[in-house]
């Protein structure tokens, strides 16, 4: 299934002697976010087998075009994404059906060229292939569009790409393999956990005994995920709000804070004046919760579950990028997390492995 690069011109004036001016209207902004929402259709539909909501979104889609490069690359990426889609299926994932709305947020003109912001809004519905899975799961992302218009005034959208910090969303190409993975030396780290399935029973303790409440984290993730806590700052535009929102979670679950220690990243603290780096900082989030022995690191990311927390190395470079919380467990073994950044309920471990073979990951017993 490929794009055309030919839909119909948003305006049919020519200019003989010189380009015409470009004007931001707007059905001008109605037809970025069409074309917007019909290019990330199209990517969530890739997902589900035998979806055809895609092309008829094109087909209804008029106004802009796509430059013919942006028409090869969502061919490209259509192709990924069904690699993507096998690899979920021989981890025993697939969707039945799938949702997707666009929204411009803001167009800016400069020249001939408009930039649009728009947020992606997406479920999707787990088929039940054991039996136990979610109902669904969903995201809100953040996209950056290019548009450039041509010189008889027609739009071409040149451009597209993501503006959150975490993982990308399951309708976003796996990304390359690194060419020669580099680690850090000198770094305090947890290992590596295994992420084959089935995984070795490793039964988390919730007698009376237990310290914490998991249940409460995962309420409180699940509770905020999309609509976040006023209560705390954001960190979306300064690296990223995954680990605030995690560390937010554990609190909720009865993690102590720490606002005093001679000891580097032996502090964990959300207070008015700020809040510590090991609150909000993915590595050294680890670092304190493994030398404290707050965590535990797990053999097998499939062994989390309710409450345990799970990270990333995306290009394995030996320095963490990514935060994130097991909300739901199935009672076939696989866990569900939600995160922030781009926010994020219920995605299977299973399709962040399938979005990301080449990736490491480290899985924490809280």
């Known amino acids: 299934m490929s794009l055309s690069a030919a839909l119909l011109p948003l305006s049919a004036a020519h200019a003989a002697d010189k380009p015409a001016t470009p004007a931001v209207t707007a059905a001008t902004t109605d037809a970025f976010g069409r074309i917007a929402d019909a290019v990330l259709t199209d990517r969530t539909a890739a997902l589900v087998e035998g979806s055809t909501k895609a092309r008829t979104a094109l087909k209804a889609t008029a106004g802009v075009q ?3 490069a942006q028409a ?3 061919t490209a990426t259509l192709t990924a994404l069904h690699g993507t889609r096998s690899r979920l299926a021989a981890l025993g994932e697939a969707y039945t059906g799938a949702d997707t709305k666009a929204h411009v947020d803001s167009t800016r003109l400069r020249g001939r060229t408009a930039t649009v912001r728009v947020t992606e809004t997406t479920t ?3 088929a039940k292939i054991r039996g136990d899975e979610p109902a669904t799961t969903g995201f809100t992302a953040h996209h950056q569009l290019t548009f450039t218009a041509g010189p008889d005034g027609t739009w071409q959208l040149t ?3 993501l503006t959150d910090q975490g993982p990308r969303p399951v309708n976003a190409p796996a990304p390359a393999a690194p060419a020669t993975p580099v680690r850090p030396s000198a770094v305090i780290d947890a290992p590596r956990s295994a992420t084959t399935y ?3 029973a490793n039964p988390k303790n919730l007698g009376s005994g237990t310290t914490y409440n998991y249940t409460a984290m995962a309420t409180y993730a699940e509770k905020y995920w999309k609509n976040y806590n006023t209560a705390y700052r954001r960190y979306n535009s300064a690296g990223g709000d995954c680990t605030n929102y995690l560390s937010q979670s554990l609190y909720a679950g009865g993690w102590k804070q720490v606002t005093n220690s001679a000891e580097d990243y032996d502090t964990w603290y959300s207070k008015t004046s700020g ?5 909000i900082g993915v590595n050294e989030w680890s670092w304190f919760t493994q030398t404290t022995k707050r965590t535990k690191a797990l053999a097998n990311a499939y062994q989390m579950d309710v409450g345990d927390v799970l990270q990333m190395d995306f290009d394995k470079d030996g320095s963490k990028d990514h935060s994130m919380m097991t909300t ?8 569900y997390l939600t995160y922030h950044d781009a926010d994020t309920y219920r995605r299977s471990l299973s399709s962040l492995i399938a979005s990301y073979p080449n990736s490491a990951y480290y899985a924490y017993r809280s």
């Open 66 to 68: 796509l430059a013919t």
């Open 72 to 74: 090869k690359s969502e």
């Open 124 to 126: 999707l519905t787990y």
């Open 159 to 161: 451009r597209e790409r």
């Open 198 to 200: 089935p995984a070795p």
């Open 275 to 279: 809040e510590s780096d090991t609150w």
């Open 328 to 335: 739901f467990r199935s009672s076939s073994g696989v866990p």
